[in-house]
Each structure stands twice: as C-alpha cells, then as structure tokens.
T-cell receptor
Framework: KNQVEQSPQSLIILEGKNCTLQCNYTVSPFSNLRWYKQDTGRGPVSLTIMTFSENTKSNGRYTATLDADTKQSSLHITASQLSDSASYICVVRDSGGGADGLTFGKGTHLIIQP | DVKVTQSSRYLVKRTGEKVFLECVQDMDHENMFWYRQDPGLGLRLIYFSYDVKMKEKGDIPEGYSVSREKKERFSLILESASTNQTSMYLC??????????????FGDGTRLSIL
C-alpha cells in the first residue's frame, strides 16, 4: 500500500532560524512529489512540485529536495518568519492509476515564535 | 489565478438532515475532488470526478454522494448526517491528464458540525 510519512509531527522554532521538514514515501510507480502549505482555517496552497529528474527546487525561502533512490524529500525553510507558521503537507502522485493517484502525508505543524 | 469557492465556511446541521456542500471552480479544470480533514488523520479522499457526470469513490465514500452536472460545480451530499461526519471538508480542482504535473487548487474549506 502506498504510504507517505512526515516528520516531525510538530516543530517550534524561533523567528529567523532555519528548519527542515522530512517526507518519506513508498509510493510506486512514482510520478511526482508535492509540498503544500496550509494556514490555519485555510485550504492548502501549492509550494512546489518535483518530478523524478528534479533534485532541488526553490520557491523563495522554501527549498525542496528529492532523492528518488531513497524515496525521501525534504522542505527547508530559510530565515523563518511568523507567517511561516502553518501545516506543511507532502503529497506523492503515482502513475499507476487509481482514483486520483495521490497519497497524502499527515503533515508537519510548524510554529514560529517571535 | 485559479479560484475554488466553497459555498459556506461554517455550517451547523442536525443529525439525520440531508446536507449539501457546494464547490465551484473558475479555471475549466476537468478534475474535482472532495476531501475531509480531521486532526491526526490528514486529508482523506471522499469522492473524485474527472468529467461531468463522472465520479469515482475515494477512500471513505460511505455516507456521502456527489453530483457533477456542470464542469465548474461539484456538490457533496450527506444523505443523512451523523455526528461522526463533523469535520473540515475541502474541495479541490486540477487539470486533467494533460496536467498530471500540475498542483491541485483547494478551496478554504467548510467546517461542518453535526449536532
């Protein structure tokens, strides 16, 4: 069964510090991996999508990495801001069919403290 | 920018009522989805539609049905609401197969409470 595991479940860091969120998956055959940011009371918003051939992708202060061999991805946040407080969800798409081919992680809840 | 609009942000209904949640997208996307989100469980797919009048069951379809009469609108129906259906409901849309590497676009959710 396809699975996506995220760690840590929650994280508290001080404003201005960097942090890294992890995503391990067992989805096969792999199509792409997505990171979403979900602010409290809002819907998830896409940060990045990575395909098999992409190792690193940046979106402002967010940098995602993908190691397709070890089936791991990370999301690195640089110089955190209060507005980065949110849940970050890793989603992996398979290319093998199924209703929508998407497997969701349960998210990492990030709190940035001033 | 793609906009996915859910008709209500908050909704309170009684056990046994028939409940309708509406979702509209403005980008001509083929795919539309209904999820529920519960603490500790993440997003779980209820139903998925890849075209008008087409639907597929997701992981937790029991107690729900859907309707897609027009491309831009996808409705979720709770046939007889129960307290265990209290949850945050999220609608999403995405392009069809040609957009397999495109993200989903989500609405801001409907927080539904069943009393």
């Amino acid at each position: 069964k396809n699975q996506v595991e995220q760690s840590p479940q929650s994280l508290i860091i001080l404003e201005g510090k960097n942090c890294t969120l992890q995503c391990n998956y067992t989805v096969s055959p792999f199509s792409n991996l997505r990171w979403y940011k979900q602010d409290t009371g809002r819907g998830p918003v896409s940060l990045t999508i990575m395909t098999f051939s992409e190792n690193t992708k940046s979106n402002g202060r967010y940098t995602a990495t993908l190691d397709a061999d070890t089936k791991q991805s990370s999301l690195h946040i640089t110089a955190s801001q209060l507005s980065d407080s949110a849940s970050y969800i890793c989603v992996v798409r398979d290319s093998g069919g199924g209703a929508d081919g998407l497997t969701f992680g349960k998210g990492t809840h990030l709190i940035i403290q001033p | 920018d793609v906009k996915v609009t859910q008709s209500s942000r908050y909704l309170v209904k009684r056990t046994g009522e028939k409940v309708f949640l509406e979702c509209v997208q403005d980008m001509d996307h083929e795919n539309m989805f209904w999820y529920r989100q519960d603490p500790g469980l993440g997003l779980r797919l209820i139903y998925f539609s890849y075209d008008v009048k087409m639907k597929e069951k997701g992981d937790i379809p029991e107690g729900y049905s859907v309707s897609r009469e027009k491309k831009e609108r996808f409705s979720l129906i709770l046939e007889s609401a129960s307290t265990n259906q209290t949850s945050m409901y999220l609608c999403a849309s995405s392009p069809g197969q040609r957009g397999a590497n495109q993200p989903q676009h989500f609405g801001d959710g409907t927080r539904l409470s069943i009393l």
